[in-house]
């Protein structure tokens, strides 16, 4: 199985701070890489879909890019409704996620 | 509105069979494959199957196989995962979740509020 490795694990930040979060992926997975955003005791809501399309509905200020094996996840001013654990899952071959960033307030 | 909604969770004894439902509607549930994913306590995301929109193809995580059947009932708009010989490793929350294939690259959209699947004696 492709191994899908997320940086951080966990980041503390402010509101209106700029964030990147990293996932790598142990072999090209061209774009099939998707981002979901996890707040607790919810269910997971898609943000980024084939690495770099945003999902109906989801704020402009979240970005995706990336290609192959790296890709990232940029919120560029964190929003108080942000905080939450982000994983990124891909779907090249049998899917995997991300091990997942816990994004708390600083 | 889309919407996805499991049940048949609970507590089971190691050895123990237990059958989860998703109910779909809002959207023609025939036409989409769906996917259950489960998340172990203080986990990540685990993805644990697929099935395809007629539900002649059906796919499994190596950890499941074996173990758990996916099926689905296309004139119900019902998703289920029949588990069984449960371990405690399967405790866990259960989400059925979406497949979107718009384009090349498939996305879960949307998840349903899911089921918790406690494996304890």
């Known amino acids: 199985d492709i191994q899908m490795t997320q940086s951080p694990s966990s980041l503390s930040a402010s509101v209106g701070d700029r964030v990147t979060i990293t996932c790598r992926a142990s072999?090209?997975?061209?774009?099939?890489l998707n981002w979901y955003q996890q707040k607790p005791g919810k269910a997971p809501s898609l943000l980024i879909y084939?690495?770099?399309s945003l999902q109906s509905g989801v704020p402009s200020r979240f970005s995706g890019s990336g290609s192959g094996t790296d890709f990232t996840l940029t919120i560029s001013s964190l929003q108080p409704e942000d905080f939450a654990s982000y994983y990124c899952?891909?779907?090249?071959?049998?899917?995997?996620f991300g091990q997942g960033t816990r994004l708390e307030i600083k | 509105e889309v919407q996805l909604l499991e049940s048949g969770g609970g507590l089971v004894q190691p050895g123990g069979s237990l059958r989860l439902s998703c109910a779909a509607s809002?959207?023609?549930?025939?036409?989409?494959?769906m996917n259950w994913v489960r998340q172990g306590p203080g986990k990540g995301l685990e993805w644990v199957s697929l099935?395809?929109?007629?539900?002649?193809?059906?796919y499994y995580a190596e950890s499941v196989k074996g173990r758990f059947t996916v099926s689905r009932d296309n004139s119900k708009n019902m998703l289920y995962l029949q588990m069984s010989s449960l371990r405690a490793e399967d405790t866990a929350v259960y989400y059925c979740?979406?497949?979107?294939?718009?384009?090349?690259?498939?996305?879960?959209?949307?998840w349903g509020q899911g089921t918790l699947v406690t494996v304890s004696s």
């Open positions: 099935i395809s929109d007629t539900g002649d193809n059906t």
């Open positions: 084939a690495a770099s």
């Open positions: 809002g959207f023609t549930f025939s036409s989409y494959a």
């Open positions: 899952q891909q779907t090249y071959s049998t899917i995997t």
């Open positions: 072999q090209s997975i061209r774009t099939y």
């Open positions: 979740a979406k497949d979107v294939r718009v384009t090349a690259v498939p996305w879960f959209d949307p």
